[in-house]
T-cell receptor
């Protein structure tokens, strides 16, 4: 089985712009979660989608949003970028069938805001 | 109550030695505790995980010890190798919410 894929791998944006990141989960997985990783704050949960519905949300401002498509692929959008949004954005997928709850991470998208 | 405290922040172990990383949590609703290994430039990779009804789980050179009453769990890496040099994160999750709460990470260096 192919792993979690994320595109693009690297992005450089300017303050005030917006950005869309993409994640393709492991085949058969219906749950996709997004995390932000920074040296200062570590790994923080952004939100989780299951069958196109956002089930859980972390403590991030409304500039961070996401969606999930019927094929389980997910996108994350950040509007009005700030310097502090520079981070590694990680996507994790899970089958979430009750007994199997493991989350598998993709390689991440490195976002730099200048 | 959502925090997971991890120690030490960094660790240097000689090749062949035992690496031990500790984590503690407060939220008794957590019911699944995975460990992740992350190499520079890569995403975290699931290493091993445990549920609170088990006190120990071993997979190869990696062992999780779990103390439910103390709300602590630890990762032991036996016969540590230079290839184990990476950052290790403990995590906890209430599987009803699928939201991983991560520790702050331990940077492990195994010297040859």
């Amino acid at each position: 089985k192919a792993g979690v894929t994320q595109t693009p791998r690297y992005l450089i944006k300017t303050r005030g712009q917006q950005v869309t990141l993409s994640c393709s989960p492991i085949s058969g997985h219906r749950s996709v979660s997004w995390y932000q990783q920074t040296p200062g704050q570590g790994l923080q949960f952004l939100f989780e989608y299951f069958s196109e519905t956002q089930r859980n949300k972390g403590n991030f401002p409304g500039r961070f949003s996401g969606r999930q498509f019927s094929n389980s692929r997910s996108e994350m959008n950040v509007s009005t970028l700030e310097l502090g949004d520079s981070a590694l954005y990680l996507c994790a997928s899970s089958s979430w069938d009750g007994s199997d709850v493991e989350q598998y991470f993709g390689p991440g998208t490195r976002l730099t805001v200048t | 109550q959502q925090q997971v405290k991890q120690s030490p922040q960094s660790l240097i172990v000689q090749k062949g030695g035992i690496s031990i990383i500790n984590c503690a949590y407060e939220n008794t609703a957590f019911d699944y505790f995975p460990w992740y290994q992350q190499f520079p430039g890569k995403g975290p990779a699931l290493l091993i995980a445990i549920r609170p009804d088990v006190s120990e789980k071993k997979e190869g050179r990696f062992t999780i010890s779990f103390n439910k009453s103390a709300k602590q769990f630890s990762l032991h890496i036996m016969d540590s190798q230079p290839g184990d040099s990476a950052t290790y994160f403990c995590a906890a999750v209430n599987t009803g919410f699928q939201k991983l709460v991560f520790g702050t990470g331990t940077r492990l260096l195994v010297s040859p």
